[in-house]
């Protein structure tokens, strides 16, 4: 960052959220001093200091976490057909459980 003036300068300091999924991204704040002086050749030096909830801190740092999504458990393999535990409906029952799906609505008539 280049300063053309020796002073002291502020910053707040925090991290742009990105959209990545999994991600829970880090929103701590720092504050960042900057002193700038003039040496007697009129170079200017700088200093940065940075600060944490009024805290002074080496650095500035952002430790997001990530966590993988979790994956689906292994499918299962079916049973074969014929085998204990599994039993077909018989032709009789199939069609009594697809009556039993049947409804009546009466819809108004149509203006």
Known sequence: MPF???GTYEYTLVQVTGNA???TYDSTEYAATITVTATADNTLTAAVSYAKDGETVDAATFANVYKAPTKPGEP???AEPGKPGISRPSPASRRSRSSS??????LPPMR
């Open 4 to 6: 053309d003036a020796a």
């Open 21 to 23: 999924d999994g991600v």
């Open 76 to 78: 299962t393999q079916p």
């Open 101 to 106: 799906r049947r409804f009546r609505s009466r």
